[in-house]
Every structure is written in structure tokens, then in C-alpha cells.
């Protein structure tokens, strides 16, 4: 079970400081885990705060060159020298705001196993294919191409976050059924990729305006195996509500 907060383009360091040292003092006994994915310039504090605690801490993207003359970019070098345990490949705004195609993501998530950090590939349908009732087809389609030459060395090695692009923010959610049967579609598609042992221990997180009357009834389906949450991670109450639910 893992539970990310995906912070996106909010707070800066001297907030990042604050929070995460409550998040370290208020954590509780956990079985689950808890990682925090804040923007690149807070990685830094992250690491001198949560260092030998057991919150992982990670990146929401990263380059998808080694090293080089690329201006702006962010090395998987550089995140595993900063302790980063996760990234994050293949959320929807980078497909949509920046033109990020299927291989674009999975060279991505090469440079990251490379470093020793684990991939959170995220898969998801619009709107307007759910209702031409085109989900679970799009979606596996985007999960394959995105997985092209991605090799785990092991299942923990790779995380899968189903999220609907028309919930993302909007309020609006999966039922625990959708999520389920798409939960259900993805793993079926791993294991074909990689074999059913594989699959079955490969974490496939659900997100999309997850939040604390929502989470419980999600967790309750067998596929589902925690969350990548976006605005509920902003306030500690709520991402400490999400934890506790985890266990």
C-alpha cells in the first residue's frame, strides 16, 4: 500500500519545511507508506527533514537524457543523489500541457530504474472516451506503449496510478467499481507484459480528487492499492486522514 501526495506547482521551500516537519512529528504507526512528491526546488528540504524517517520523498517528472546541453532539465542523476525513492512519469497535465507521447514516458522511466528510483507511470482516459466507452482499451493502450522496454528488476520496482483526466481536480471521481474494473484491466495487462507473479505485486494506485470520504470505500476494492493525491495532500489533516485509512 502506498499513499503520494503529488504537491504539483504549490508552496515553496520555507512552507515545504514546516509541513514536513509536522508530517514527522504527527506520522502514525504506519504498515502502509507514505511519500511526498514536491516540486523540484523543495526536493533539497525534503531530503534534510525526512532523512531516516520512514516518509519516502520523490520527484514529479524528471529528463528523459541521461545528462547534457538540455537547459531546465532535471537528470535522474541528480534525483537519486538527492535520496529521491519515487518519480512521477506520465501525469496527465505533462501529456496534455506539454505533448508528452507514450515514448517520451517510458524513456523516462527507464532513466529512473537506471538510478534506483521507482517510476509512478500514470495511465488515464478523458472524459469523452469513458463515454464513448472506450476506457479500459484507451487506457491499456497508453500503460503498453508507456512500458515499452521498461524493464523492473522486481515489483516494487514500478508503480501504476490509474487516474480519469475528467477527475483530476474537478471534484468528480471514479466509483470504487470503475476504479476497480480498471484496476482489474491494468493488472491483467501487467501481467500478460510481465507475468502473473509480477503483477500481482506491482501497486496500482488510484487518483483523481481523492480525498477523506472517499479514500476508505476505494481502499475496500481488492485492486486497489493506495493513492496518488493531489489537492487532499496540500493540508496535513486531511493527508494524515488518508494515511490513517491506508493503515
Known amino acids: 500500500m502506498l499513499v503520494a501526495g503529488n504537491w504539483k506547482m504549490h508552496k515553496v521551500p520555507s512552507e515545504a519545511r514546516v509541513w514536513?516537519?509536522?508530517?514527522?512529528?504527527?506520522?502514525?504507526?504506519?504498515?502502509?507508506?507514505a511519500a511526498v512528491l514536491p516540486a523540484f526546488p523543495m526536493l533539497p528540504v525534503a531530503k534534510e527533514v525526512l532523512s531516516g524517517t520512514p516518509i519516502a520523498y520523490g520527484a514529479?517528472?524528471?529528463?528523459?537524457?541521461?545528462e547534457g546541453a538540455y537547459t531546465g532539465e532535471v537528470s535522474a542523476r541528480m534525483l537519486a543523489d538527492l535520496g529521491c525513492r519515487y518519480a512521477i512519469v506520465g501525469h496527465s497535465e505533462r501529456r496534455r500541457y506539454h505533448g508528452e507521447s507514450d515514448a517520451l514516458v517510458a524513456e523516462k522511466a527507464k532513466r529512473?530504474?537506471?538510478?534506483?528510483?521507482?517510476?509512478?507511470?500514470?495511465?488515464?482516459?478523458?472524459?469523452?472516451?469513458?463515454?464513448?466507452?472506450?476506457?479500459?482499451?484507451?487506457?491499456?493502450?497508453?500503460?503498453?506503449?508507456?512500458?515499452?522496454?521498461?524493464?523492473p528488476e522486481s515489483?516494487?520496482?514500478?508503480?501504476?496510478?490509474?487516474?480519469?483526466?475528467w477527475a483530476i481536480g474537478t471534484g468528480k471521481n471514479a466509483t470504487p467499481e470503475d476504479a476497480e474494473a480498471m484496476h482489474q484491466a491494468i493488472r491483467q495487462?501487467?501481467?500478460?507484459?510481465?507475468?502473473?507473479?509480477?503483477?500481482?505485486?506491482?501497486?496500482?494506485?488510484?487518483g483523481g480528487s481523492v480525498n477523506p470520504k472517499n479514500f476508505a470505500d476505494l481502499l475496500s476494492m481488492p485492486n486497489v492499492d493506495g493513492g496518488l493525491v493531489g489537492g487532499a495532500s496540500l493540508e496535513l489533516e486531511s493527508f494524515l486522514a488518508l494515511l490513517r485509512m491506508a493503515g
Do not use: M, N, W
Open 60 to 66: 514529479q517528472d524528471v529528463s528523459p537524457h541521461r
Open 20 to 33: 514536513l516537519a509536522e508530517l514527522k512529528r504527527l506520522l502514525p504507526p504506519l504498515d502502509s507508506e
Open 189 to 206: 495487462a501487467l501481467a500478460e507484459r510481465y507475468g502473473e507473479a509480477f503483477a500481482s505485486r506491482v501497486r496500482v494506485l488510484y
Open 155 to 165: 515489483p516494487d520496482r514500478l508503480v501504476i496510478a490509474y487516474e480519469p483526466v
Open 112 to 151: 529512473l530504474l537506471e538510478e534506483g528510483i521507482t517510476p509512478i507511470l500514470c495511465v488515464g482516459e478523458p472524459l469523452e472516451v469513458r463515454e464513448r466507452g472506450e476506457a479500459v482499451p484507451y487506457t491499456l493502450a497508453q500503460l503498453l506503449g508507456s512500458l515499452k522496454g521498461v524493464e
